[in-house]
Nanobody
Framework: VQLQASGGGLVQPGGSLRLSCAAS????????MGWYRQAPGNRRELVAS???????FIVESVKGRFTISRDNAKNTVYLQMNSLKSEDAAVYYC???????????????WGQGTLVTVSS
């Protein structure tokens, strides 16, 4: 199973970016999916998560600016980031709890990270 994240880049304060993360491989079903971020010198922190049924959780610091969504048919989770601030700059990682086809075991997977830079 692989998670391929994309969509990061350089954006000015107040700008927007949309991150995508596509899961592929021997997947029976995806459970919760989420986005985390890690800024230099900081621990990795949860930004948002979404259940397979579409129930979303957004951390308070980005609520009202970020939206998480998913397309179950495409095994993809998205993070729409609006009104970006300098403090949002970080490497963003996607995460998924995967039920594998082989034996229906449950495992946690991470994407490779995509860099978001917010600067004028």
């Amino acid at each position: 199973v692989q998670l391929q994240a994309s969509g990061g880049g350089l954006v000015q304060p107040g700008g927007s970016l949309r991150l995508s993360c596509a899961a592929s491989g021997s997947i029976f079903r995806l459970n919760d999916m989420g986005w985390y971020r890690q800024a230099p010198g900081n621990r990795r922190e949860l930004v948002a998560s979404i259940t397979s049924g579409g129930s979303a959780f957004i951390v308070e610091s980005v609520k009202g600016r970020f939206t998480i969504s998913r397309d179950n048919a495409k095994n993809t989770v998205y993070l729409q980031m609006n009104s970006l601030k300098s403090e949002d700059a970080a490497v963003y990682y996607c995460n998924a709890e995967v039920i594998l086809k082989s034996g229906f075991s449950v495992r946690d997977y991470w994407g490779q990270g995509t860099l978001v830079t917010v600067s004028s």
